[in-house]
Each structure stands twice: as C-alpha cells, then as structure tokens.
C-alpha cells in the first residue's frame, strides 16, 4: 500500500472495513480515519484516529521515526472518531505538543483527561515552522463543528482538508486516480449531503478560503486523498454547497394498507412522461441515507405517507426529522397521502414537515379517504405532471 503523500509526508492512519454505521448515516462502503506524519527538522502528526483504534496509528508511526521524536500533534477537528486516539497518542509521544484552536481546546478538555498535555493554541492565519515546510492554519468554523480548521503546508501545496472533501468509502488505495472516479464522486456526495449538507453557508466561504490556496493535494480525514481530481471535486462542492437541482424528481411514501402506494405510483406515472430523471422509494424499504442523497439535488420531491394514530407513519416520521435537520435548500413539491376516519394526520403532518424544511409547496395536499378512487388517481397523475415540467426547466 502506497502511503507517500509527499517524500517525508505519509498517511499513517486506519481503514475500518466493516463500520456500517456513523451516527445514523449508513456507511456500507466502511471509512478510514486519515492522519499524517510529516517528517522533517520537527516531525508532526496531523489529527489523530478513532479511539479503538490508536494503536494502528500509534504503530504505523513508530514504524518511521523515533516515538520521542514526535514535536507536534495537530488536531483539526475534535469529533471522537478523529480525536478519540489523541490520549493513547499523546502518552506515546511524551515530547508532543497539543496544537488546535481555542475551541478545539476546550472541547478535547470536555472530552478527555487532558491534564497531563502541553499545548499551543493557534488561530485563523497564524503559522508553525517545521523545518524545510511549515503549517499555517485556517479557520472554518461550522465546517462541521465550531472549533473545525484546515492545516495548510504551502511548501507541498497540500491541504489536510478535515471532513471537508472527505468520503465514508474503504480502500487499500490511497488516492482518487487509484479507485473509479464515479464511485469516489458518488460517496463524496453521500458524505456531503448526509454529513455537512447543513453548513453549505461556511462551506462556501470555506471554499472561497480554499481559492485563494496554491493547492495541488487535498488530504481529508476520510476516504481517499485528492490529487488528480481536484477541480472535480471542488466543482461537485460548488453546487452541492447551494444543492443546484438537476432535472429530477423524487417520490417518497409510506404505506399502511396500500392505498397511499398507489397514489404515490399515479405520481411518478405523471412525472414520468416528462424527460426528466425519477426515483421511487418506500422509506420502509430504503435507508435515509440513499434518500438524503437524492434529495440534495433533485428539483422537486412529493412525500406521501399514510395516517397512523392521527399522524405520519413511523418510518416517514424518521426520515423527515432526518431531512429537517440536514436543511435541503431550493426545492419545490407537495404531500399527499390515505387516511380513515380522521383527516387530520398522514398529508397534513407532511406538509408541515415540509414547511418546516422551506420546500416550497406547489399545491395543496393530495388526500385519498381509504382506498383512492380512479379519479383521484387520475389527480395525483396530474400532480406528477406539474413535478416533471418544473423539472425538466433544469435540463442542460
């Protein structure tokens, strides 16, 4: 396995084949948790890796210098699963100093027995000499967390990017010319939208940050380091950041007894007569994580779901606190769904939620008393219609 960012610059963290779960996003492709071991006058080790699994780092680095060798530690962002192995690497490296940001500071103190650490806080700009290079640090707060930085190591023209680019996607490959292209983009984009999705505010000013860099390397803590698709990607974060629709349209339901399916059927038969791109998912049968993927840059999405003791349907009520929280911008559609006795529930506690989320709602909710009769499918096939013609504006 190639490891060499740079002569004298290596990655010396872990792959986690088997993680299928990160906080809700559903990681069957696994991760890696990324650090580096630049050597130089001053060696340095760039972030830290989960906690279980410090040992890996601790080892992959002794196998190149001197443990006592070890001048700094930089920790960029202070989430468990980058900073979890710090207190393992911190007593390893008894001559290593701490170096984060003020806020990185206080949460590694919230998190960890810290005591025993020396450390130098930096902020926005300021810089540390290495020897032969130096790192300079660069704010980007709420790029996911407050205390979140980049190093940045201007003799290299490389960029440790923190989650920022990163990938939940397991390799023995280090770099992205070495894995496809199109499955490197489509996790990035499953990171972006079930990760960060969120902050697209700071991440576009982070990405302003980031122009203004000499960069020919980007080295995230997850997944594979970028150096040969770099416009790429940084292309692909310029329309995530403001999720840029694409001529598609995507029906969401869940269903009791059938009735709310059938609708939902009705509707991707009217958006499909339109040429545009369309996706049909029982939220029962599909994770939130491939839906909120999809929804990043759809133009126009309809949700259904059927009444359960006077509201949403289980399944549909996680996915749409999932999707409330993520913030998806720029979309239009409507809710419909069945109900019994009580009007009150399925569509009317979708609407809301999709008020909630700022969608702008193109009509009134579609409702269908038990089972929907031929004219209300017929309605719904119209509603499909007015999904697809708003999308298909969206074609190149």
């Known amino acids: 396995m190639n490891t060499e960012l740079r002569k004298g610059i290596n990655w010396v963290g872990y792959i986690d084949w088997t993680v299928r779960d990160f906080h809700g996003y559903k990681t069957e492709s696994g991760s890696?948790?990324?650090?580096?071991?630049?050597?130089?006058?001053?060696?340095?080790?760039?972030?830290?890796?989960?906690?279980p699994y410090a040992q890996y780092q601790i080892n992959r680095i002794a196998a190149r210098v001197d443990l006592e060798s070890i001048k700094y530690v930089v920790c960029n962002h202070a989430e468990p699963d980058h900073s979890g192995g710090l207190p393992d690497l911190m007593k390893a490296c008894p001559n290593a100093v701490m170096v984060c940001n003020a806020k990185c500071k206080d949460a590694l103190e919230k998190h960890y027995d810290t005591?025993?650490?020396?450390?130098?806080?930096?902020?926005?700009?300021?810089?540390?000499?290495?020897?032969?290079?130096?790192?300079?640090?660069?704010?980007?707060?709420?790029v996911h967390w407050p205390e979140s930085m980049f190093t940045f190591v201007p003799e290299e023209k490389l960029l440790f990017s923190m989650d920022?680019?990163?990938?939940?996607?397991?390799?023995?490959?280090?770099?992205?010319?070495?894995?496809?292209?199109?499955?490197?983009m489509h996790e990035a984009k499953a990171y972006y939208a079930n990760i960060v999705m969120l902050y697209g505010r700071p991440i576009a000013q982070t990405l302003d940050k980031a122009a203004e860099l000499d960069i020919e390397m980007i080295a995230p803590s997850h997944g594979v380091i970028w150096r040969s698709h770099i416009k790429e990607v940084?292309?692909?974060?310029?329309?995530?950041?403001v999720c840029k629709p694409e001529p598609k349209v995507i029906?969401?339901?869940?269903?009791?007894?059938?009735?709310?399916?059938?609708?939902?059927?009705?509707?991707?038969?009217?958006?499909?007569?339109?040429?545009?791109?369309?996706?049909?998912?029982?939220?029962?049968?599909?994770?939130?994580?491939?839906?909120a993927t999809e929804v990043l840059d759809c133009a126009a999405v309809a949700i259904g779901s059927s009444t359960l003791n006077n509201t949403l349907m289980p399944n549909m009520a996680g996915l749409l606190c999932y999707l409330g929280?993520?913030?998806?911008t720029g979309k239009k559609g409507f809710a419909f769904g069945s109900y019994g006795w009580s009007k009150r529930g399925g569509a009317t506690e979708v609407e809301d939620?999709?008020?909630?989320?700022?969608?702008?709602?193109?009509?009134?909710?579609?409702?269908?008393?038990?089972?929907?009769?031929?004219?209300?499918?017929?309605?719904?096939?119209?509603?499909g219609r007015e999904l697809g013609k708003y999308a298909e504006q969206y074609k190149d």
Request: charged letters at 25%; aromatic letters at 12%.
């Open 32 to 51: 890696t948790y990324n650090a580096y071991l630049i050597e130089d006058e001053y060696n340095a080790v760039i972030d830290g890796v989960k906690g």
């Open 115 to 142: 005591s025993a650490w020396t450390w130098q806080t930096v902020d926005d700009g300021d810089t540390i000499s290495l020897g032969k290079r130096s790192l300079t640090f660069i704010n980007t707060p709420m």
């Open 164 to 184: 920022a680019f990163g990938q939940h996607f397991a390799t023995a490959f280090r770099f992205d010319d070495e894995e496809p292209l199109d499955v490197i």
């Open 234 to 241: 940084l292309e692909a974060y310029r329309q995530w950041v």
């Open 251 to 291: 029906v969401l339901y869940a269903t009791m007894w059938g009735a709310t399916r059938q609708m939902a059927e009705a509707i991707l038969e009217g958006v499909q007569e339109h040429e545009v791109e369309a996706r049909f998912y029982s939220v029962d049968a599909t994770h939130s994580t491939t839906i």
């Open 325 to 328: 929280g993520l913030r998806p």
């Open 353 to 383: 939620r999709m008020k909630d989320m700022k969608i702008e709602l193109m009509r009134e909710p579609i409702r269908s008393q038990y089972v929907p009769t031929p004219e209300l499918l017929e309605k719904c096939r119209e509603a």
